[in-house]
Structures are given as C-alpha cells and as structure tokens.
C-alpha cells in the first residue's frame, strides 16, 4: 500500500481564490426576489449575509478574490493538504489508469468544509457580527462553522437534520466542545420548524428544512448573520483552494487529469476541486472532464429539472435557478446526510445545462463498497459523502481496466468517516441493500 | 488562534530508531520466566512475538535501530507528524510560557499506536506469520493493528476491553472495515476468559485481561504471533521516530524544551516522545525534565510499587521488573481507556527509579477540563489519554505564569477524540466529577 504524497511549501498555499463566474461562457441566471421576482441586490443579501460574502455572490467581474491574511494563516495550520496517488486502489481494481485524490480530510474538522467555514467566520468578525447561525446535515459543516467562529470569537447556533443529530451523535457533541448551540431540526423554536412539525410531527428533517430554520434565526437575531456550507457562490468561491492546490500538485506528478470527481451536495465540494482546472477548458487549452457523484436517492443533476425554486423549504431564499427536485422534496434517510439537498448551486446548474460538467447517481450500498474497498487499499475510511466520489472514480477505473486505457483520474476526499463509523456498522450488518 | 507548525521533509524522516537501552546509566532488570525464575531469553520470547521483535526487546547493546525501508514508505504516507507552536493555548492561560505539542494525531487512525502496528506487521510478515492477535482498551492500538495487519497481509484478531468495546463502538467498526476479528473481553472463547467470568460474571474487562487472552489465542493458532500495542521495549523502540522528529522539529524552533510530558498508560507514547531527547542527559549535555502523566484512578507510577509482576491478569506473561498496582488490579471504567493498565513498562520503570523522569497523576475531570481548553484553543479534539498530557502541560504552563518564567514546554499529542464524543458528552453535561 505505497502511497506517493505530493505536497506544496506552505508559501506555495494560493493567496487567491478563483472566481469562476468571471469566465464563465453563459453566466448564471440572476437569482429572483419571490415576491418581486426582481434580480436580488447586494442589498438584499446583506439582510442575510456579512457584506463580504453577499458581494463576492455576485461577484461576475473579478477572477482572483484575495484570502485575507489571517484566514490564510488558518488555512496554513492544515494545509496543502495532500495530493495522494491511490496505487493501493489501482492495484486492487487491477486498472491501468492512474488515480489520484485530493485530501481533503486532514483537516482538524475532518472535511473540506473548514476551508469556507474560516473565511465566513473572519468577514463576520470583521464586519462587527457577533452571532451566526447555520444548518446542518451529517454535521461535517457544523463542525467547521462552530470551530472558525470559536477561533473568531462569534457565537454559533447551529440546526442540525433531525435525523442525523440521532445518527451521528459524535458530531453534535464536537460542536459543542466548540461551544456551539446544537438544534435538531425541525424544532419548535421557530415558525418554520412549528409549522412543519404541526403538519408532520414526524418529519426527519433535511437540510432545506434547517435552512428555513437558521435562516428565520438570523433574521430575527440583532448581530447575527446567516452562514451556508454549500450551494452558495461564495462558498464555491472559498472552497477552490481544494483544486487550486491540486493544479499545482498534479504538475508535481507530470501528468493532468482526464476526469476530475466530486461527490455532489450543493456543489461546493464539487466545484472546489473542478473549477481551477474548469477554466482551461473554458480557454479551449484542455479537454477535461468533470463528473459530480450524486446520490440515487436524491438525483437532482441526473432527474432534477432546471428551474427557479427557493432553496429552503418555507420559502425564505431568494428563488435559485437552479437543477432542482422541488423545495418539499422529502430525500430518504441514507447515511451521507450531506447530500441530501433536493437542489445544486447555480453556477454548477449553469454549468451542467451547458454540457461543460456531466453527473452520475450513485447507489448507497455502491457507495459503501467503493468506501470499505478505499479503507483496505487506502488506509483511509472516507466520509460517506465521499464514497460517492470514490465509486464514480472506480466506475471510471473499471471502464480504464476494461478498454486498457491508462487515463489519469482525480477525486475529492472531502473527509474522513471515523465519526459515520455507525453507517460502517449498517453496511458490514447487510443492512443496506 | 494563530498556529505555528513546523514540519520536516520526507527525507528528514527518521531511518533509525532510538534504543535507549544501549544508553542506559543502569539496565533494566532482566524478565523472569514465572516457572524457573530464569531471565527469560530470545527463544522464550519468540514463542510468542516474532523473531525480530524478540530480538529488539533485549537488544542492549545497539543504540540504533534500522527502520526497515517498507515500514519507512508508510510512515511517509502520514509523517512527519507536524511539531506545533500552540500559540492559542498560551493566550487562554495568559502563560509566558512557549507550549509546543507534537501532532500525532494526524495519522489514518488517529493516533501514534501506527508507529509499531506498522513496524511489527511487518516483522511478522517477512518472518511468513499469517495470523496476528492483540488486545485493545480505548481501541486506538486494536485499530492501528488491524490497519498494518490489511496493508500487510495478515488476519487480525482483537481483544476489546470490554468496558471500551461499549463505550466507543466506532473504534470496533474501524478494526471490522479493516476486516479484524474484534471481541469483547474477557470472552468465552479463551480458557482465561472463562476462568475470570466464572469467577465474575460482569467482569468489565481490562487491558491485563485482554492481554491473557490474545497471548492465549497467539499460542494455540499455528502461524500465529501475539502482539502488542505498549509496555514492552520494542514497542516503545518503534515511538521513538516521535521524538527523534521533535528533535529536529524543535532544532527549527531555535528552541530546546526544559520539560517534556506524555500521558502513561504503558510507556510507549511517553518513552516515544522522551528517550530521544534524555539520551542528552546522560550525557550531562542537557537537563530537561520527563513528566509521565497517568490517570489518578490508575496511579502506577506515583502509588504502584516496583517489584516482579505479570503484565496480564492470568499470569501467562514473563515476570516483568516494573512499577505495578498488581496484576490482579482493577482499574475504574474512565475514558480514557488506554491508559487503564496496572503496570509500566521496564525501561521507564527503571528510569523512574533512577530519577531520569517524574510522574504526575491527574483526575479524570482536570483531564477534560484541559481537553476542552485545548480543543478550543488549538481547534484539535484531544483524545482522553492525551488531554492528561494536556492536564500536565497546563500545570506546567500555569506555574510558569505564576513565576513569570517562560518555560519550554512539548507534549505529545498522541492522538485525536473524534471517536471518543461520548465521553466528552459525559463531561459536558457534568457527569464527570
């Protein structure tokens, strides 16, 4: 199981970040106020968002954004994270092609997620916010966002999924190590939540549902802003470190993707590792290919329709255009709660709509096996977002194997799964079929 | 929370360990054989380890030790292990003091029990060993085990600490993804297993009963070696790249430690972090201070009484020379299950009686209460046997405070507490006194 690590310097960390909606062929479709339907202003997302992130939202002009100084410094504390070449996983799938992954679960938090957590927590901080609050779903960004507002001296409160506060109780409690106020949600303490759960008592809730939740908390709470871990620009935005790294990695390793993998959420992982590379093909200069890895259960790039839809369940964002299964999709209960988001950002809508990405579902029991067979290989338990990704890239490792094809892969491991140990336990039972 | 990490090349990793024994003022007294009362030798050794660790164990003549190329790759997957400023820890405590923490807990597993898992997997190996057995408290060893055992070939099986085997059922899960064998111990299916739970039916399981039964399993499966996760010398021989990469760690600081702390359970993380550097005081070049921290409910060091004991609770071990509350002992059920053994290794225990190094006991709740300070102050979840070195740095770091001295300190953070969120919960809701 010989791995080969390629790491950059820690000057080598990017200082910017890349804004892919300057480049973009067809920009995204303005985002719509429900009751106006006019384009949402800078102005309206203020209401909701620190200044900062409101504007790099929509932000179509600058390509390079700069990581304030002190964010940089907490990226330094974990980053570069590892470029990893997987010949553990290329032996045992028995495949000519050459597999790369990003690491991205070497973060103290365990995920990707801590790289847009600290830039949101900063520009609060700086702009004189002292609470925010957030959703949640297996908790990998609540994790994040209750560890950067404890660095930047914010107060967090946090909704989590109903369904996977109980599942990943472990999650829950680091958030509080962090200090963080922890919700299941739907709860009664707000009108969204007592409306949902007036109607069905039972509801497991999904993040669309925590989203009306932090976001009715914010708006009600002087001092506290809204924070998001996906499906934003802005969050995209941060999280390109991920490929921005990785660009300079793979020269590292003299070769360059043909196909480059993220498991797909709201798009912030996804769009964190492909965008960087993204733009060389905007440029005509490459021809690489971009696949995100979304749950079957929750198929919104591969069944989903595009069209304006709100990004919550009350009702409370601005109407997204967006590859949506419909704002009162109810997703399944499956163990990668982090996926369960019944629609896309809208850079990564306009993006698939254009035919510059494609997406791919994945089965859950696929994803476990593709999980348990990266563990063996790689030593490294993946989050079960992450094993989304991780079967997409065996798909094409397969497919490399049968046409003797050595094409060079690259994938996203957007975290670790120690704390999804109990989804483990489901799948090695037989339980998940 | 502004970190400073220093961190080596890959070419700076370690291609020998540290035997301290070579270096050793007075040697350790030899192990008995129970029967005889000979000092047991090589032979007597490798009926149960491997011919190589064997050989290591009553090695006192080599000071060095090659690491052998195939363990050094892996090591290479997740070292060096980054040496941080904890900048943030010294602000919550208003300390003049300079605290440095080794970052172990950045290995796959989480924890610095890789070192040897990995070194003694593949000794057992080469020597054409097919099956390993161990025992596991907290599970970060039974972990690590299963994990070199996959990369390299062998079948695992482990002895949980009853108590732990419930208490943190992810750590199972892990051992089971890597296709362990894991049981809860005491169990039925050893002879010494069912002698203690005929005598106690409710028997809670400890580090020195797990031990008798994998030894017992080790000696009636063909092809099959016992191993072992602390106590012996080739075990803490294996930690030594820990500190000999903080050597050079702290070399790039421009600073020496004055007092270097590991939490004690049965020496290996501490003897891992300190031999490298003690060997500089006997030669009288340095004057640093060694402070093993063990847990208050387990006081081998600071209440135990050097004398010959067994190291498991059925007696099929050697007779080994060292601090012991007694084989028979029975540890309370805290957290912080790696660290609930009633003896000590020999080397330490002879150091300990030399005066090289000191002892410090700390109560479960000061643990956690350090814990938590350092979580937020580092954004690292310690592991509850680390945040009793934690406990001790802050003791350190406190008094410098008081003194206006600003001491060195460096402590090794042996490992993460992602996978041990129940105890910390315990905590903060108060029930941990």
Known sequence: MRQKKFMLSEDQIPKQWYNIQADMPVKPQPMLNPQTREAVTQEDLESLFCAECAAQELNQTDRWIEIPEQVRQMYANYRCTPLVRAYGLEEALGTPAHIYFKNESVSPIGSHKLNSALAQAYYC?????????????????????????????????????????????????????????????????????????????????????????????????????????????????????????AEKQMEMTGEYPDVIIGCFGGGSNFGGITFPFMRHNFSGERNTRFVAAEPASCPKLTQGRFEYDFGDEAGYTPLLPMFTLGHDFQPSNIHAGGLRYHGAGTIVSQLLKDGYMEAVDIEQKESFEAGCLFARAEGIIPAPESCHAIAAAIREAKQCAQNNEARTILFCLSGHGLIDMAAYDQFLAGNIR
């Open 125 to 245: 901080k700086q702009e004189g916010v002292t609470n925010v609050t957030t959703e949640t779903g297996a908790g990998q960004w609540g994790a994040a966002l209750s560890y950067a507002a404890k660095i930047f001296g914010l107060e967090a409160a946090v909704y989590q999924v109903k369904i996977s506060y109980e599942q990943k109780p472990y999650r829950k409690s680091i958030m509080q190590v962090f200090g963080a106020l922890v919700t299941p949600s739907p709860s009664m303490s707000t009108r969204a939540g007592k409306d949902i759960l007036t109607k069905m008592p039972n509801h497991q809730g999904s993040l669309g549902t925590a989203i009306s939740e932090a976001v009715e908390l914010a708006r009600v709470t002087p001092g506290c802003k809204y924070t998001l871990g996906s499906v934003m620009n802005h969050v995209t935005l941060h999280q390109t470190v991920i490929g921005l790294e």
